[in-house]
């Protein structure tokens, strides 16, 4: 069976000074129905990038330059602008990171969910109404009939954020990009929101793809991981693989370097250095100059080794488990 | 909401007190009344006359408060000129200034809102940098020298239009408008084009950079990630972002379109209130100058309050804070 | 060390420019005008100002005719277009205008008297609208709201009217003229003034000097006044251009300079009787070099305010 999504070697650039930065260089995954991947990776990897590739939205000057976006067999990459309008929002959903922001000042929570109907639906004014009023329900916002006719700011962070899910799950999309849409808000409200959509997204059958640096949250809602570095998918993997096997020396650290319970006491691990920013990225291997086990080889660009579905890109992979 | 309504009507009402204390010492006391006030052909038995009938012998407070009391009359006293009541005079002037004024709002939105728009959207296509240069030019172009330029080549060099007076008007709510006869519209077009020139490089502008702020916001994203067209988010998510300070802009300029009336209704013999203070300044009708001024000041105040009232109707924010 | 020594002994001065010195140092005069002259626009507007400066601060040399001079002036001269030449067989390059002045002549003397008052009101208008603004950001309370309150007042009214309300009361002529650009044109100033100082007044080397008493005059002059003059110079600039053309516009109303030593408005408004008969050069030259004016000083202003605005700094 053909996964939902199955990106093949994405590439999108931004064009820099004299040539183009790959924010995301050689991305490759696959997802399936009803799948949970967590996409992980520090802010400037290429994670958000990716999703907004995957969406059709990466911002001019960028642009996706090469690879195929299979989305339930067809590539989104070769598909004209209407036809792509047409899958989002309707088959392809997007939650954004910071809900202050991502809902529209001046107009009405009714009107910015109906009107995403209507850009997809031919339905009257009061079906489309019902349908967001349901919506409103379904997220856990009270008395969603009079909320309708409320102003974004009339809501708290967390309320707007469900307005958000509510408007991105109105069509029972196939898939669901969050974009860290949890990190803006506070850690209890993080919970609920977290719990809530997962139970949304179980019960519609929606995939889904998580963006966030936050190891502690993937690790509890995704069924796949994979960790992004410097634009690269450094390792793939099943969440239980990747998290207690790590093979790439960077998603160790990443690891590490997340205070648990059993490291109390012990000094928290670091990873030593800083992200290089898009145009110092050294050749070959992204993470080789703060990586403890580079050498010579690692001056080449490391390959994929493993299949689609689990796969790491270090020339020195570690063997052995977390202890 | 209310009580910030009547707040700011309060404040305005200051501001109209503090205006007309302004008029009231640089008329009075910067300036010699007895130039300003009396008609300077009268001899001079008729000027102590004159002087003990304005009260110019009294203490300035005592002077403040009738003249005051005869602003509540709208009583400014009669033009040397015409020998009537300034304020009449003037009200007459007012139906042709409103109408060159609306007339060059008009153009100016009609043509500056589409072209920013455009210019914001696409900043990197030549014909938006073709805009914005033109706009430039619009700002630095002299008013009164484009329109003199207009009656050189659109009057006098190919005679397609005409370059003064108002041409035939027919009557409308009780006052004569050009705009209804063909006549009139082919009078009006020159000037309100010249009146209008600025304007639309003004709004033009800001409409551009209130695109470039827009576009940028995580909402527009999202509305493109909710799969709207693209026509929806341009016309609604937007353009009505952009409607607040917009507004305001419009609101504003015209009462400068009014102000700077003066100038192009000089130029084209338009009877106006602008070519009427003109004269006014150099035939020394003081009266007259007087009403103009305290006229122009309840329109500023009054304008301002109304874009206050439109800013709480557009933007829901504003309404709540007013609540609280 | 010699900083150590001065903190200990309690003088405030060593204190203080050591804290003063922590804001990021200035960035190189000789990089910033290269970084001016990056854009070719910039470029355009310094060659004509220049030249504009130029022509005015020489006009005596270079100009064919002294155009005040009334002695020199041919009636049988007037009216001729350019190119023609005069009875005594000097040509008239841009033609001659209803007194037989040389259009040439007189612009090259109308950019003195247009430059002289645009630089003088918007100077002036600099000087007192940047020191109410810093008054009203340093000392607070009631100064701050009347000064803030006479700001708001002045700006809601368009300058043109401030301008004819000045005129009116106080009589037509060149200096009424500067002073009703003044008047039209100095809130502007403290605004903007008092936003940057606002600003800078929650830093906290203002905070340390007011704390260590140092006078309120030298906080203002040594402390926040720096730190506000970037904008202040762009919005000079463009004011400057504002002004010339505001002036222009009154004079050509016939509430500015004298008819015999007219400015480049003045020399319009006397081609605007000519117009109809199609005689377009004596207002036509005089308004291009008004254009020519304005629009290079706005390029300069526009650029200025590009490579002093830290925002954009790179």
Not at chain 1, 146 to 169: C, K, N, T, W
Not at chain 2, 40 to 67: C, T
Not at chain 3, 201 to 223: M, Q, S, T
Request: glycine fraction near 10%.
């Amino acid at each position: 069976m053909t996964p939902l999504l199955d990106v093949r070697d994405l590439v999108t650039t931004f064009p820099g000074r004299g040539r183009a930065l790959r924010a995301v260089d050689e991305v490759s995954f696959q997802l399936g129905r009803g799948e949970v991947l967590g996409l992980v990776g520090e802010s400037g990897s290429g994670k958000s990038v990716t999703g907004f590739s995957i969406m059709g939205l990466v911002d001019a000057p960028g642009r996706v330059a090469s690879g195929q976006i299979l989305f339930d067999g067809e590539d989104l990459a070769q598909l004209d602008a209407e036809t792509r309008r047409s899958l989002r929002g309707r088959r392809i959903a997007m939650v954004f990171q910071d809900p202050m922001m991502t809902l529209n000042p001046v107009l009405r929570i009714g009107t910015q969910m109906t009107e995403t109907l209507h850009a997809h639906e031919k339905l009257s004014a009061a079906e489309a109404r019902a349908r967001a009023r349901d919506a409103l329900g379904l997220v856990g916002i009270p008395s969603p009939q009079e909320r309708l006719d409320a102003y974004p700011h009339e809501f708290s962070g967390g309320m707007r954020q469900r307005v958000a899910i509510a408007i991105a799950l109105l069509h029972r999309p196939d898939l669901i990009i969050a974009d860290e849409p949890t990190t803006a808000l506070d850690v209890t409200i993080q919970a609920q929101i977290i719990s809530e959509f997962q139970k949304l997204t179980e019960e519609q059958g929606t995939s889904v793809i998580w963006i966030t640096h936050d190891l502690a949250i993937v690790s509890g809602l995704a069924d796949r991981i994979a960790v992004m570095y410097g634009g690269r998918i450094v390792e793939a993997g099943t969440i239980t693989e990747v998290l207690t096997a790590p093979r790439h020396p960077y998603t160790r650290g990443l690891i590490r370097s997340v205070p648990s319970e059993n490291t109390r006491g012990t000094r928290l691990a670091q990873i030593p250095g800083v992200t290089p920013g898009l145009g110092r990225m050294p050749e070959g291997c992204a993470f080789r100059t703060r990586c403890p086990r580079a050498t010579e080889v690692c001056s080449e660009r490391p390959g994929r080794f493993g299949d689609a579905m689990a796969y790491h890109r270090c020339f020195h992979p570690h063997e052995e488990a977390l202890a | 909401m209310i009580t910030t309504l009547i707040r700011r009507a309060i404040q305005a009402g200051f501001v109209v007190i503090a205006m007309t204390l302004i008029v009231f010492i640089g008329v009075n006391v910067i300036g010699n009344p007895v130039d300003i006030l009396i008609n300077p052909d009268l001899n001079q038995a008729e000027r102590l006359r004159v002087i003990e009938n304005l009260g110019l012998d009294q203490s300035l407070w005592r002077q403040y408060l009738s003249f005051l009391h005869g602003l509540t009359q709208g009583s400014f006293g009669d033009s040397f000129v015409y020998g009537r009541p300034a304020l009449d005079v003037i009200l007459e002037r007012l139906p042709a200034t409103l109408e060159l004024a609306l007339c060059a709002m008009v153009i100016a939105i009609v043509v500056g809102l589409p072209l920013g728009l455009y210019a914001g959207l696409y900043p990197d296509r030549v014909s938006s940098k073709l805009i914005m240069t033109g706009s430039i030019l619009g700002f630095s172009l002299p008013t009164f020298w484009v329109g003199l330029m207009f009656i050189l080549v659109f009057a006098v060099q190919l005679g397609w239009l005409p370059s003064n007076g108002r041409g035939d008007t027919a009557e409308f709510l009780g006052a004569r408008w050009s705009f209804l006869t063909g006549d009139g519209l082919s009078h009006l077009l020159l000037p309100a084009l010249n009146l209008a020139l600025f304007k639309t490089s003004l709004i033009l502008r800001l409409t551009r950079a209130g695109v470039q702020e827009v576009v940028m916001q995580d909402f527009v994203k999202f509305a493109r990630a909710k799969g709207l067209r693209e026509n929806r988010i341009i016309l609604v998510h937007i353009l009505k972002n952009l409607m607040i300070p917009v507004v305001t802009i419009i609101g504003l300029e015209f009462g400068s379109l009014i102000a700077f009336s003066v100038v192009t209704e000089s130029i084209f013999g338009w009877p106006g209130m602008g070519k009427l203070i003109i004269d006014s300044i150099n035939l020394l009708d003081r009266p007259v100058i007087v009403a103009y001024l305290m006229m122009m000041v309840v329109l500023f105040v009054s304008l301002n309050f109304i874009i206050d009232i439109c800013y709480t109707l557009l933007d829901p924010r504003v309404r709540l804070d007013g609540k609280g | 060390m010699e900083r150590k020594l001065a903190s200990t002994t309690g003088s405030p001065e060593g204190v203080v420019t050591g804290a003063a010195s922590e804001a990021p140092p200035p960035p190189k005069v000789s990089a910033a005008i290269r970084r001016f002259l990056s854009e070719p626009t910039a470029i355009i507007g310094v060659a004509g100002l220049t030249l504009v400066v130029f022509v005015a601060v020489f006009a005596p040399l270079l100009s064919p005719q002294n155009p005040y001079d009334l002695m020199q002036l041919d009636i049988m001269d007037s009216r001729l277009a350019p190119g023609s030449e005069s009875f005594t067989g000097v040509p008239y390059h841009l033609g001659t205008d209803g007194q037989g002045r040389d259009i040439l002549s007189g612009i090259m003397y109308g950019l003195r008297t247009s430059l002289i008052v645009g630089i003088a009101s918007a100077f002036a208008a600099a000087l007192i609208g940047t020191t109410a603004g810093l008054m009203a950001a340093y000392v607070g309370g009631r100064t701050e709201s009347f000064i803030m309150r006479l700001v708001d007042l002045q700006l809601s009214f368009p300058t043109i009217l401030m301008a004819l309300m000045v005129l009116a009361i106080l009589g037509n002529g060149v200096t009424n003229v500067v002073l009703a650009i003044i008047v039209a044109e100095w809130a502007t100033y403290a605004r903007t003034a008092r936003g940057t100082a606002l600003v800078e007044r929650e830093k906290e080397f203002i905070e340390a000097a007011r704390c260590l008493r140092i006078p309120g005059r030298r906080v203002l002059l040594r402390h926040l006044l720096p730190n506000c003059l970037a904008p202040i110079i762009v919005i000079a600039t463009m004011q400057v251009a504002r002004a010339i053309g505001l002036e222009a516009t009154l004079s050509f109303l016939g509430l500015g300079a004298s008819v015999t030593q007219p400015s480049l408005g003045m020399l319009i408004a006397n081609g605007y009787q000519y117009l109809l008969s199609g005689l377009y050069w004596i207002s036509f030259y005089p308004g291009i070099a008004l254009l020519i004016t304005i629009v290079s000083i706005n390029l300069v202003g526009d650029r200025l305010r590009d490579v002093l605005n830290p925002r954009n700094a790179r």
